[in-house]
Every structure is written in structure tokens, then in C-alpha cells.
T-cell receptor, first 116, second 113 residues
Framework: AQKVTQAQTEISVVEKEDVTLDCVYE???????LFWYKQPPSGELVFLIR??????QNEISGRYSWNFQKSTSSFNFTITASQVVDSAVYFC?????????????FGQGTRLTINP | GAGVSQSPSNKVTEKGKDVELRCDPI?????LYWYRQRLGQGLEFLIY????????KSGLPSDRFSAERTGESVSTLTIQRTQQEDSAVYLC???????????FGPGTRLTVL
């Protein structure tokens, strides 16, 4: 069975601080995919990143960076120099890597509040 | 538009009535997914389609829930004899084959009175 755990239910920081959102996953598959989504107050889920299990290279996109470590089954997300617009619920998700459509298993989400 | 669209955006119904929720995926996306999100909760998988077939329906909560997809395009999620616990946002997503990034629609907020 697959499982995603986001232990931090809520985080609140002051603008310009760096913040890391934790994600730990469980799977027996050797091939799988990991995702991060952002859900702002408007409610729509915004895709941020997809990473396959064979690519452990960390990725940076502007103020966002992701640290994938298979040894600890973690796929953490860091926002550098946070801004108020980063306030949202962030979800980590996992899917199997088998051919064909596979469902996403989501964590419970982390509510991030950036205070001015 | 180029994204996933869902209709209606909001639906208020009385307990016991049937409702139909519609999803229009991104053109060319062969995979389509339905999720449910209760207030303040995470996303709960319901069903996914590969083409017009549904290889995994394991998330449908009861036989009151059904879904179909036609023409490898539009999908309809039907809830019969709605109950108050069905109140939630129903989200649809689509992706390209075989394992593409899933793009979500804006959701349908269902309120059962």
C-alpha cells in the first residue's frame, strides 16, 4: 500500500523567512512518482512539480526547491524568502510508476501562512 | 480554455435527490481522475479512467456513486439519493498517457441540505 505523510498540519512564518514543508512516503514499488501541489484560498489545485523515483537530483525553480532523498523516503519542499502570496495549503502526493493511469495518493496537506 | 473544466461550479441540493457533476478534461488527455475533498480535509481518491475504462473504482464510497466517461473525453460523476455527508468539493483531474502530470479543474462544490 502507498501512503504519504505530511506531519506538519500548519506552519506560520513571517514574510521573507525560509520555510520547509516535509513529506514522507511509503511504497513497495521501485518505480514511482512524487508530486507537490499548491491549493490557494481560491481552492484550485496548482501543479508544482513531478519527480520520478530514478531522479534524485534536487530541483530549484525560482524561490522553490525540492529535496528528494530515497534513503529516507522523503521529498521535502522549501520556499526561500517567503511571500504573503505563498500562503496556501500544500499537498504532497505519490503515484505508482506502472504503465497506464495511476491514482495519486495525497498527504493530508500543510497549511502555510505567511504573515506580513 | 486549455485547462480542465468542471460544471456546475456550485450545486445545492436536497437530501435524497440525485446530482450529476461534469468534467471536461484537457484535450488529448487519456487519463481522468475524480477526487473528493471535504471541508478542511485532504483529497480522497474516487475513481480514475484510462480512456473510457475505469481500472480502479476502489474509492467510490458506496453504490450511490457512479461515473462514466465517453469518447475518451467528458466524464460524469453521478450521486444518487444524496446524503449530507456527500457535501464536499468534487475535483476532476486529467493527465496524458502514460504517466503525465495531473492537472486539476476548479472543482464542484456540492452542498446537500
Amino acid at each position: 500500500a502507498q501512503k504519504v505523510t505530511q506531519a506538519q498540519t500548519e506552519i506560520s512564518v513571517v514574510e521573507k523567512e525560509d520555510v520547509t514543508l516535509d513529506c514522507v512516503y511509503e511504497t513497495r514499488d521501485t518505480t514511482y512518482y512524487l508530486f507537490w501541489y499548491k491549493q490557494p484560498p481560491s481552492g484550485e489545485l496548482v501543479f508544482l512539480i513531478r519527480r520520478n523515483s530514478f531522479d534524485e537530483q534536487n530541483e530549484i525553480s525560482g524561490r522553490y526547491s525540492w529535496n528528494f532523498q530515497k534513503s529516507t523516503s522523503s521529498f521535502n519542499f522549501t520556499i526561500t524568502a517567503s511571500q504573503v502570496v505563498d500562503s496556501a495549503v500544500y499537498f504532497c502526493a505519490l503515484s505508482r510508476g506502472l504503465p497506464g493511469a495511476q491514482k495519486l495518493v495525497f498527504g493530508q496537506g500543510t497549511r502555510l501562512t505567511i504573515n506580513p | 480554455g486549455a485547462g480542465v473544466s468542471q460544471s456546475p461550479s456550485n450545486k445545492v441540493t436536497e437530501k435524497g435527490k440525485d446530482v450529476e457533476l461534469r468534467c471536461d478534461p484537457i484535450s488529448g488527455h487519456t487519463a481522468l481522475y475524480w477526487y473528493r475533498q471535504r471541508l478542511g480535509q485532504g483529497l480522497e481518491f474516487l475513481i480514475y479512467f484510462q480512456g473510457n475504462s475505469a481500472p480502479d473504482k476502489s474509492g467510490l464510497p458506496s453504490d450511490r456513486f457512479s461515473a462514466e466517461r465517453t469518447g475518451e473525453s467528458v466524464s460524469t460523476l453521478t450521486i444518487q439519493r444524496t446524503q449530507q455527508e456527500d457535501s464536499a468539493v468534487y475535483l476532476c483531474a486529467s493527465s496524458s498517457y502514460p504517466v503525465g502530470s495531473r492537472f486539476f479543474g476548479p472543482g464542484t462544490r456540492l452542498t446537500v441540505l
